[in-house]
Structures are given as C-alpha cells and as structure tokens.
C-alpha cells in the first residue's frame, strides 16, 4: 500500500476517518467500513485496489437518526493487509483521538480529501456561501489539515475542541473554501461521486458586491498585550496598536479574567 499513490492515500485517509479495525483471538480479525448505502461505488472502488479477498454487505436498520438506515459494509479480514494497515497508522480498536498522518510519503491532498470525503462536509450554508469543513476528535489530523489548508489558501484557522462534545470544527467558507476544494477534488481524482459534484459547484460562487472582504487576522503579540495593559483603555489602545477598538476591549477583559496569556516579566 504506497501512499505515494494518490488512490492508496485517499483511501488510508477514509479508512482511519470511517473504517474500524478489530482484532480478535489469535492472529483472527478484521477491517470493516460501514457507509450509508447510497455511497456503495467506492466501497467497490476500495475493494479493487485491494489484492486480498473481501466482501461487500448491505443491511437495512432502526438507528438514533432514522427509523430506516439502509448502509453498505466493507469486510477485510487478511492478516497481512491488516499488519500493513496498522503499521501505517491504523490502530485497533478506538481510534478517534489517535489517528495521525502518515510519518512515511504520502500524496498529501488525497490523503486529506479521504478524511473529508468520511468525516467532513462540502456544499454551501443555509446564507447561500460555499464552505468545506472537517469534523474530527484527533488533534493530529485537525491541526495537519489547518497547516496545509493555509498553505493552499492563505487562510489560517487555530483548532480548538467545542464545549459540547469535545471535537475539533475546522470550517473554511468563500474564497478560501472555493481555492481548498478546487484544490482537493481535482478532475478524475478518487473521491465520493456527491461530495466530488458538491466540491466542482462552489466555482460557480461569486462575492455579492456589498459583501466586504476580512483581510488576514492579525495575532496578539506579547509587545501588543504589554502596551494593551500598561495603557489600560481599549479606546485609546486602538489608536497606539492601530487596532479597532472593541478588539483591544476584547483582548483587555481576556487578559485580565485570565483566558489569555500574560505578557512574560522582562
């Protein structure tokens, strides 16, 4: 399995994201990937590439979310495909929070695009803008997928776990959604057919002629936060930093209830 292989990198990527791999007594056990039926084609896409035998299911089932769920699973159970998917970074059993890029080469777009295309979304918002986002539990992934994302984009985004269950959102929307999915569904690239058509209509989006652009976000610097609390109102702050002035308020109630780093003693 060489990742250097764009269609082995898409797949290890939706593999860790989606796949679960169980080991039982002996050297006995197995991959599996359960999907909603709908997306079937790249079960069979996965299957093909596989030089090992295994089995596509589909099941009809109550869940949480619908009284009728109709899924597709994928079932590989050879040790050696097995040794080889663990020794790239898939680990048995839980794996949320400990998935990670490959340390080895691999083909970094399609790596990322198989995350997405498994636990991401593309499309455009209920306000009519287009966005691409990644919902994950491994800080890992998270924070790989905003290094290169700002790389293709310019666009940088900091990952932090949500208050209500713990996960990281990483969401880019407009220009930089329009660039990162140009980018990540390239033409004849393995993906899933929908998220594929999703990714190829965001080009069709157009900034409205009143809708201003935010520039890049500036960071606070230990100097900023030094002259922010030695002068101690944000109004006249945000003439000395060249600042708004509700960001220098902003930063001032942070830094004083603590949620913000104190500027280090000289």
Known sequence: MDLTDPQYAYMF???QAD???AQGAGQKGRLTVEINARDIDILREFQQLTPYRSTITERTRSTNFAASHHSATWTLCALEARITLNRL???YGRKSTKIAPPRCAFSRRDYIRGVIDADGSVGYTGKGLPFISLTTSSTA???YLCHYAKKVTGTERLIRRNARDGVYNVLYTKEAAQELAEHLYYPGCLALRRKGTAA??????????????QGPQRRWSMADDTTLLEIGDPAVAATALGRSESA???RLGR???GCGPWPASP
């Open 13 to 15: 990527g939706f593999l």
């Open 19 to 21: 796949g679960h791999l």
């Open 89 to 91: 970074g898939l680990p």
């Open 141 to 143: 992934v998270g924070a």
């Open 200 to 213: 190829a209509s965001l080009a069709a989006w157009e900034r409205p002629a009143g809708m201003r652009k």
């Open 248 to 250: 220098c308020r902003q």
């Open 255 to 257: 830094l004083r209830t």
